[in-house]
């Protein structure tokens, strides 16, 4: 009876949190409307499959729609990739050939009509009884944790390959927000992982682990959308994406290799040099603190794909990281200014670029080995 206790109240707490966090999603003013549609969708999809305590305490029996209740799990691990696309792309759009996501949830369904959904009530009882010598059931396990799996790597890729364009031609500090959502998917690997185990044991000689395995999941789903709407309400700005058309320096390299046009006389790269340095000294671009390699291009009028191929591939720097050098070097020109003995740290990161304290710190001790504090302290 307190395991049922303490699953009612969990279930309660999780599912409030879940739909009101949906509700601010949904209803909130940004720019970011499908991204936010897409994450309320998944909460809603995670709220249904976590009532399955209250649902079986209000209906008696197994039904369809019980059935059809527990089978939604299918479409949580697609929404979830697809709101990752719309959070790393700014030109993301849905598409009709985004409904072949549906395809699991589908199947699930149609192997279970024959002797499910199609039969009269007792013979439902018998299926349920009988679940663990079900091959429909073990199928649709099967098929739910191949499905996790081959998304739980899709979205590993899109976040790898989103922050090394990201790296590639912006210089702001939205580069957290990817660093946050690599952070996001791995707790939710860790938590779809646990209820693989649940599962597992669901099929074995040992079911009462696998409820009591139930509970703690619950608990831990709880605390992810704590933390997931705390973080949401601290940083509203923190998702700022990139455009999908960009292309990695290492696929730009490839396809002119194929062609046979990547030959850039020395001359030519010298004079683009010369002009990008000169650039950077004159005008001081890099104070922009949501520089992007756009602007650099305008700025010197050399086209964008040329100008990434001379920082990323010829200089071998992320220009998140070239443009960040030129940061510091003005940062510690500050520090080292006795007649600025009095300007805080704070007041400097803002004055050269930057406009987050950790990733100023972070750059500052990479390219000196020092924080920014400590190097004043030795000059």
């Not at 307190?2 to 949904?26: D, H, M, R």
């Not at 649902?55 to 299918?74: E, I, T």
């Not at 520090?335 to 600025?340: A, G, I, M, Q």
């Not at 987050?356 to 190097?375: C, E, L, M, Q, R």
């Amino acid at each position: 009876m307190e395991k049922i206790n303490l699953l009612i109240i969990v279930t309660v707490i999780s599912l409030f949190i879940s739909l009101f966090l949906a509700f601010f999603l949904v209803t909130v003013k940004t720019n970011h409307k499908i991204s936010n549609y897409l994450f309320a969708t998944f909460l809603l999809l995670t709220a249904i499959d976590t009532s399955q305590t209250l649902f079986n305490l209000m209906v008696d029996g197994p039904s369809n729609f019980g059935m059809l209740r527990g089978l939604f799990a299918f479409l949580q691990i697609p929404v979830f990739y697809l709101y990752v696309l719309s959070v790393c792309y700014s030109d993301f759009k849905l598409k009709p050939k985004y409904i072949l996501h549906l395809l699991p949830f589908l199947i699930a369904n149609a192997i279970l009509i024959p002797r499910f959904y199609a039969v009269d009530d007792a013979s439902k009882i018998n299926f349920i009884k009988n679940y663990q010598n079900m091959v429909e059931i073990q199928f649709n396990h099967i098929l739910i944790h191949v499905q996790l799996i081959v998304y739980i790597i899709a979205v590993f890729m899109v976040l790898r390959k989103a922050k090394k364009l990201y790296l590639e031609n912006y210089a702001g500090t939205s580069i957290s927000s990817y660093n946050w959502l690599f952070q996001f998917t791995v707790v939710l690997t860790i938590l779809y992982s646990v209820a693989l185990l649940k599962n597992i044991f669901k099929f074995s000689d040992y079911p009462y682990i696998s409820e009591w395995i139930k509970i703690g999941l619950l608990v831990f789903q709880l605390f992810i959308i704590c933390w997931y709407l705390l973080k949401a309400l601290n940083n509203p700005s923190l998702f700022r994406n990139i455009d999908s058309r960009l292309k990695l320096v290492s696929d730009i390299v490839l396809e002119e290799k194929n062609k046979k046009q990547l030959v850039v006389s020395e001359k030519e790269y010298n004079e683009d040099l010369l002009k990008l340095q000169q650039y950077m000294d004159e005008e001081k671009p890099f104070l922009d603190p949501s520089l992007t390699i756009q602007d650099i291009s305008k700025g010197i009028a050399i086209p964008v794909r040329d100008l990434s191929l001379l920082i990323n591939h010829k200089l071998d720097q992320h220009f998140y990281d070239f443009i960040n050098t030129y940061r510091i070097e003005s940062a510690m020109d500050i520090l080292k200014d006795v007649t600025k003995s009095k300007v805080t740290v704070l007041e400097i990161l803002y004055d050269v670029g930057f406009n987050s304290k950790s990733s100023f710190n972070t750059a500052f001790k990479k390219h000196t080995g020092f924080t920014p504090t400590d190097y004043r302290k030795t000059l």
